[in-house]
């Protein structure tokens, strides 16, 4: 198998070509796709198309939450990167050494706890990755439901090429699954505001989480730096006040032909009211109000959010609104009832738990063990 590196005209991924063995390239006996970069969306594109055309009968169903937009993410290299991480310098040793060369096997996707399943499309661009001969169905799609004990997808070919990609392809839709498993949670308790995540994501894994949560239920917030204006305490202070950044802000959108979302941090009731003031005042970019923290807990384990409502009442609809801090899966519902647009959590994708999901050859076996542990 041979992984090469990849370029992007605006971002290189430093991925080292591994070194590997003439017996391995013999055992694998093909080449690894050469692809040129390529946008995330577009290669969202290939795999549906490839489902449709490779595997007659197999729907694009599977895929039909799409990646968010990103100028320079390159999700092959990514995967590219994950697999060169796993193969080293020898590739996988244990495989060489107890798999017969011509053996084939189907191996199934068993979930080992209750969630909602993500990382589906990108799970099967890791097979395909390493090996596009490799079948791969699935009775669940992104998005969807799944229970402890159920099996619900397969793969199947070369047993050498399935267990080379087994851990990278479910440590893709383990992390993707327990980040769409809480903001599945977060989104319905919320309601009727909508739940964002934040920038607090994996580094080199941000467009891989912030898909996790729109596969969840919930809405991207900004995906970087350069997409849209965000106004935080650090920038105020170092701005010397809201108002001299909210002006500096549109002064640079004007000066530079630009038009993007603009939201400005408060910390203070009294932090509203000179925005407010200001914006009634001013011509001015801003689309967006954070009140952050004004959510504050009590020593009893509830939150008291009758700051927030007030920032909420003041702002009366001029602008939208994003609740920050404090932000539970307990906390969330109260937050909602105030009145709030948005509610930003950087835990779901900070802190998450990765969904129990195994692959495994021996299904049966699998799911005696699974018995006796309580896992299946």
Request: positive net charge; hydrophobic residues 40%.
């Amino acid at each position: 198998m041979s992984l090469v590196q990849r370029q992007h005209p605006q971002a290189t991924i430093p991925v080292q070509p591994p070194q590997f063995s003439a017996k391995l390239v013999r055992l694998c006996r093909r080449r690894i796709l050469r692809l040129p970069p390529v946008s995330a969306q577009r290669i969202f594109r290939q795999v549906a198309r490839m489902s449709v055309t490779e595997k007659p009968g197999i729907s694009i169903q599977s895929m039909v939450i799409k990646p968010p937009s990103h100028p320079t993410y390159d999700l092959q290299g990514v995967i590219k990167l994950a697999l060169a991480e796993d193969a080293g310098d020898r590739g996988d040793v244990t495989s060489l050494a107890t798999i017969p060369q011509d053996a084939e096997v189907e191996a199934h996707f068993l979930a080992k706890e209750d969630g909602v399943v993500a990382g589906i499309a990108l799970a099967e661009m890791v097979f395909h990755e390493v090996d596009p001969s490799l079948k791969v169905e699935w009775s669940r799609k992104d998005g969807d439901s799944i229970q402890k004990g159920l099996k619900f997808g397969k793969v199947y070919g070369t047993a050498y090429s399935i267990i080379v990609a087994e851990r990278v392809a479910l440590n893709f839709i383990q992390r993707m699954s327990g980040i769409a498993t809480l903001t599945k949670a977060m989104a319905n308790a919320a309601h009727p505001a909508l739940i964002l995540e934040t920038r607090k994501t994996a580094p080199g894994l941000r467009l891989v989480d912030k898909w996790a949560v729109l596969i969840g239920g919930g809405r991207n917030h900004r995906m970087g730096l350069f997409d849209m204006v965000l106004i935080k305490d650090n920038h105020i202070s170092a701005a010397g006040g809201v108002t001299n950044a909210v002006r500096a802000v549109y002064m640079y959108l004007e000066k530079n032909n630009l038009k993007m979302e603009v939201e400005v941090e408060t910390r203070t009731l009294d932090e509203v009211h000179e925005v407010l003031n200001y914006a009634s005042q001013t011509k001015t970019s801003l689309t967006r109000i954070m009140l952050d923290n004004m959510v504050v807990p009590l020593p009893n384990g509830d939150v008291d959010v009758s700051m927030l409502k007030e920032a909420v009442k003041l702002i009366n609809g001029r602008f939208e609104t994003e609740a920050s801090g404090n932000v539970t899966l307990e906390t969330v519902h109260r937050i909602g009832g105030t009145g709030v647009t948005y509610i930003s959590s950087g835990a779901l994708t900070h802190s998450v738990k990765a969904l129990d999901i195994s692959l495994k050859i021996d299904t049966e076996l699998a799911l005696q063990v699974g018995r006796r542990t309580k896992r299946a």
